[in-house]
């Protein structure tokens, strides 16, 4: 149910303005009272971080179920991963461009996602450990891979000429382009 309130939620935030709406509308208008609204989101913002965050263990999941992720190099593997964000981004291009331009403008927020993606990295990096990389550098890929990917997709958001795989699969390059020229 929180998942459910907070995409839409989320999705009247896009509609009709992050700052336009108060907690009580939102409540209104996904169905429950404030009450309930407050149980099980908090605020506006924790709305937003839960509607994008996705479950911990999409990436991780992923990659464990990838034929790939014992092969190949650390950031392919890694690439892999990430294939979640990426058929999100291709269902619906201009949906997402729009969550993207709502965190844009909500600096605050960013940055709060961003930290709550901690427990996405620490179970990605378990997975990599998992696949023969060791603990440290398993952290610390995983740690910089999803900061490629937040990246990626500002990137993505005001190019609409190009999707969010060319732009990972261009970042991917780089970083694994940089591990070999500094080893």
Known sequence: MRQEMAEAALE??????????????????????????????????????????????????????????????LWSRLRIAFEPALLLAEADPQRQRQRMTLIQSLPAVGARLRRERAPQIDALAEALTDSGVDRFGAAVVAAAGVAALDRCWVVWMHDEDESLRAVLDRAVAELERASLRHP
Not at 21 to 38: K, W
Not at 51 to 62: E, H, K, M, N, Y
């Open 12 to 73: 009247m935030m896009i509609e009709r303005g992050y700052e336009a709406l108060t907690v009580d509308e939102l409540a209104r208008g996904v169905g429950v009272s404030r009450a309930t609204f407050f149980r099980y989101l908090g605020s506006k913002d924790e709305a937003i971080i839960s509607a994008l965050i996705g479950p911990v263990d999409q990436f991780s999941r992923t990659l464990r179920a990838s034929p790939i992720a014992l092969s190949g190099s």
